[in-house]
Nanobody
Framework: QVQLVESGGGLVQAGGSLRLSCVASGRTFSGYTMGWFRQAPGKEREFAASISWNGGRTYYADSVKGRFTISRANAKNTVYLQMNSLKPEDTAVYYC???????????WGQGTQVTVSS
């Protein structure tokens, strides 16, 4: 089992920045692909970004590409999401997720709220 705890959410004005953190505990963090998803009110949860176990590969949704950066520090069991140039449509609960390579997203955090005001 892997337990994930997100932090760093909050209220920010459009154009501002936030950095989300997700700390993992339990099994070996470095073996997992990590990702960030988000769910806006009334909408389904959607993929935002992911990073391979060694940080060598990253993927982004088109909606966040060029504005968000995912990174990880395996020595700290932590994955980050740096969010710049935030827009009101980025308002959502952001979830950290973990998966063994090639497997489904089996592990989820409780989420952290990000609200972007116009």
């Amino acid at each position: 089992q892997v337990q994930l705890v997100e932090s760093g959410g909050g209220l920010v004005q459009a154009g501002g920045s936030l950095r989300l953190s997700c700390v993992a505990s339990g099994r070996t963090f470095s073996g997992y692909t990590m990702g960030w998803f988000r769910q806006a009110p009334g909408k389904e949860r959607e993929f935002a970004a992911s990073i391979s176990w060694n940080g060598g590969r990253t993927y982004y949704a088109d909606s966040v590409k060029g504005r968000f950066t995912i990174s990880r520090a395996n020595a700290k069991n932590t994955v980050y999401l740096q969010m710049n140039s935030l827009k009101p449509e980025d308002t959502a609960v952001y979830y950290c997720a973990g998966a063994l390579p090639g497997s489904a997203w089996d592990y989820w955090g409780q989420g952290t709220q990000v609200t972007v005001s116009s």
